[in-house]
């Protein structure tokens, strides 16, 4: 099938251009470097357990977690950009596309199998690194998120989300410009979620219309608020509730017409890629 | 295949301007013309790779974006790559899985390709270390790998040393031999010269001329007669052939004499009892009528057509 034949191809592409074993390397050097600093403040917290409480502990560790969640998605946003950015623009500017589309093979095949490709490379690596990383925090601190896979799962929609834009971009314009355009919106989409909880505790109605309707424009910050749920223990979820303006952390989880908005964002982005790239000349 | 009155423009700019030929299976046709006069874009119309503004292509009677058709030929592009980080054999074992290639056959396919194009020894090499000529060995790899009934090949030999464009050649005569298509795109005119059974030369993305060599180089030629002695009479003898360029004491030249007039042309002078010392016909190349035709108004070759 062609369609798994570019998946396949874009795969062994990361492989052997060795960006899965230099992500790989600074990974497991991010994990070790955290699981290091976990295990420091786990032995002060231990060290002065006459006033910090196991509590106060789990409360640090859920909002560390919750940062370095900050940090992974920030990361692979500009990964999944960076790599969907050149899948279809190279290939086409460097002359590949010529050699590979007269082959009996549909143009919809080629874009949805670099699409599969990335987003497998992508939602395996964020399971992977993400249950690795809450492995070594349970190991160290005895801390673990409430809900890792649910976390995970939204991270790796949040990705996804940027893939497909990156992608769509990626049949009309050169690597770097969708790259850029991709990221920007990317941290809009994210901006657009803190604001929205800023927007809430003062009551401006304007500018939470603006920020839902980033929201359904680019759903990566959506996503992004639903990891972020999903790794706050109900402690944390009921000291922030009592905070009038706190925008690093979320109150309520993404509704279910938001996922399927997002499903049906993805599905239509792809849509509209393959059909701009059937019109485009290579 | 065929094309009836296809058509391209980019923005403001016609690349193909109704382009009208067909080319019959089995034949090796040379597709002359010079940069910028729209065969890249002819091919890539017929290959499904570029959407034509109007008109019609059809290879093995099937439009560009048939499957089952795109399952029958074979393509090396002008300017194009493979991907650097595959070694010739993935690329080839690649171009299999997608030309849907039987997989017990991919094997053989694949080593008989490198073999017919030089490769074998360095099959198993990454082709981001290949010279530009090992990259166009490959790129004609790939287009014969599948075993295509059509071949499109787009400047073949532009990388290639001499001993590359021969093997070329003989790649070319034994697709004729097995009764594949092959569709030439070359400035390289001794090369179609050599190999095409026909041409078209193309100017400013319209078919300006098209035939047989034979019919395209084979016409009135030019001819130097050396005598003894040269007279009127001989003169006279001479002109009924042709016009009489030059006649001076030892030799007259004569042009426009019809293909096949010459030994007539030779007789008439013995018999006006002139002794004849050499006969010097000066055939036409196709270069010269390559760039005859290019710089011929634009309506002065119709006949051609």
Known sequence: ???????????????????????????????????????????????????????????????????????????????????????????????????ILPRPVRRVDLLLGK????????????????????????????????????ALSYISAGAVVLLALALAGS??????????????????????????????????????????????????????????????????????????????????????????WTAAWVVAVLAGAVAAFKRRDV | MYTNALTKFYGPVTALAGLTMSVPHGEIFGFLGPNGAGKTTAVKLLLGLARATSGVARVLGASPDNLDMRRRIGYLPE???YQD????????????????????????????????????????????????GMQQRLGLAVALVAEPEVVFLDEPT?????????????????????????????????EVEQVCDRVAVVDRGRVVALGTLAELIGGPKRVRIGLESVTAGFVAAAARFGDVEQADGSSIVVSGVVAGKIP??????????????????????????????????DDADSDLR
Request: charged share 15%.
């Open chain 1, 1 to 99: 099938m062609p369609i798994l034949i570019f998946a396949n191809l874009a795969i062994a592409e990361l492989v052997r251009r060795r960006v899965i074993a230099a992500v790989a390397v600074l990974t497991a050097a991010c994990i070790a470097l955290t699981g290091w600093a976990f295990s420091k403040l786990h032995q002060y917290a231990l060290a002065h357990a006459a006033t910090i409480t196991r509590g106060d502990e789990a409360m640090a560790n859920s909002m560390q977690v919750i940062l370095l969640a900050h940090m992974f998605g920030m990361v692979l946003a500009v990964g999944a950009a960076f790599l969907a950015a050149p899948a279809i623009a190279s290939d086409v500017e460097s002359g590949v596309a010529l050699a």
């Open chain 1, 115 to 150: 699409f599969l490709g990335l987003a497998a490379v992508t939602i395996g690596f964020v399971f992977l690194t993400g249950g690795v990383e809450f492995a070594v925090v349970h190991a160290v601190t005895g801390y673990s998120p409430p809900h890792p896979i649910e």
């Open chain 1, 171 to 260: 049949t009309r314009f050169s690597p770097i410009a969708v790259g850029i355009v991709a990221v920007a919106l990317y941290g809009v989409s994210w901006i657009g979620q803190v604001a929205d909880a800023v927007a809430a505790a003062y009551h401006n109605g304007a500018i939470r219309t603006a920020c839902t309707i980033i929201s359904l424009l680019i759903p990566s910050g959506g996503m992004w608020r639903g990891a972020i749920y999903n790794l706050e223990p109900a402690m944390l979820a009921a000291v922030s509730a009592q905070v009038s303006v706190n925008p690093i952390t979320v109150t309520s989880p993404p509704t279910q017409a938001y996922l399927i």
């Open chain 2, 79 to 81: 300017l194009f790559r």
């Open chain 2, 85 to 132: 980080w595959l070694s010739a054999r993935e690329v080839l074992a690649l171009h299999c899985a997608l030309a849907g290639v039987a997989r017990a056959r991919r094997r053989d396919a694949i080593g008989d390709s490198l073999a017919l194009v030089g490769l074998a020894a360095r099959s198993g090499d990454r082709v981001g270390s290949f010279s530009k």
């Open chain 2, 158 to 190: 532009s990388a290639l040393d001499p001993v590359g464009r021969h093997d070329v050649r003989e790649v070319l005569r034994s697709l004729k031999a097995r009764g594949a298509t092959v569709f030439l795109n070359s400035h390289m005119l001794s």
């Open chain 2, 264 to 297: 007539d042309a030779v007789a008439a002078l013995i018999a006006a009892g002139a002794r004849i010392i050499s006969v010097a016909p000066e055939s036409q190349t196709l270069e010269d009528r390559f760039l005859s035709i290019l710089r011929k108004p």
